[in-house]
């Protein structure tokens, strides 16, 4: 199957810092993006789609000024937790759709952000 | 909207037993069935998919039926391992700018 990296895959960091996660499709192109949250022994939460070349796309909720997200190109798209504090501690995961029909994603591992 | 409702966990097995592990949905259309599932401390696999009614997507020893009369994808697997341990997530794509819907998860624990 296709495969998605993220990095780091580990994160701690000082309340008030930001922190940029990567998600990379290796070895196919996505256009678009997907950004998940996922708290201890529950599901994940969609954050937001990002586009390549465009604004990414927010669920409710979400605060887009907080989690901001970037699509620099077909392979790449970050995103970046602003003045982090406590409660941003989370496992952040993104996917990436590919195939024929695109309706397959291909998650990457994730990356746990603690924030002391 | 669209949404998944799978059996809460955990579910503890002895190894070799016999799994199940029920999903239904609610969906418009003809939405695309999908199983993951995320081991320790990972990011999710995709375990297997169907893309229409009456297909079987398998894996590993796992399979699932996508059942449009009753809007289920139940998972299941003749004989577990330990290292089938993981948490399983059902999903759905209606292609909805193909987003996925997933179910709450279910913790699978396989003791020796």
């Known amino acids: 199957g296709a495969v998605v990296s993220q990095h780091p895959s580990w994160v701690i960091c000082k309340s008030g810092t930001s922190v940029k996660i990567e998600c990379r499709s290796l070895?196919?192109?996505?256009?678009?993006m997907f950004w998940y949250r996922q708290f201890p022994k529950q599901s994940l939460m969609l954050m937001a789609t990002s586009n390549e070349g465009s604004k990414a796309t927010y669920e409710q909720g979400v605060e887009k000024d907080k989690f901001l997200i970037n699509h620099a190109s077909l392979t790449l798209s970050t995103l970046t937790v602003t003045s982090a504090h406590p409660e941003d501690s989370s496992f952040y995961i993104c996917?990436?759709?590919?195939?024929?029909?695109?309706?397959?994603?291909?998650f990457g591992p994730g990356t746990r952000l603690l924030v002391l | 909207g669209d949404s998944v409702t799978q059996m809460e966990g955990p579910v503890t097995l002895s190894e070799e037993a016999f799994l199940t592990i029920n999903c239904t949905y609610t969906a418009t259309g003809y939405p695309s069935l999908f199983w993951y599932v995320q081991y320790p401390g990972e990011g999710l696999q995709l375990l297997l998919k169907?893309?229409?009614?009456?297909d079987k997507g398998s894996n590993k020893g796992f399979e699932a039926t996508y059942r449009k009369e009753t809007t289920s994808f139940h998972l299941e697997k003749g004989s577990v391992q330990v290292s089938d341990s993981a948490v399983y997530f059902c999903?759905?794509?209606?292609?909805?700018?193909?987003?996925?819907?997933f179910g709450g998860g279910t913790r699978l624990m396989v003791k020796p």
């Open positions: 070895d196919f192109q996505a256009t678009t």
């Open positions: 996917s990436a759709p590919t195939g024929t029909s695109r309706e397959t994603q291909y």
């Open positions: 999903a759905l794509n209606n292609n909805a700018g193909n987003m996925l819907t």
């Open positions: 169907a893309t229409k009614a009456d």
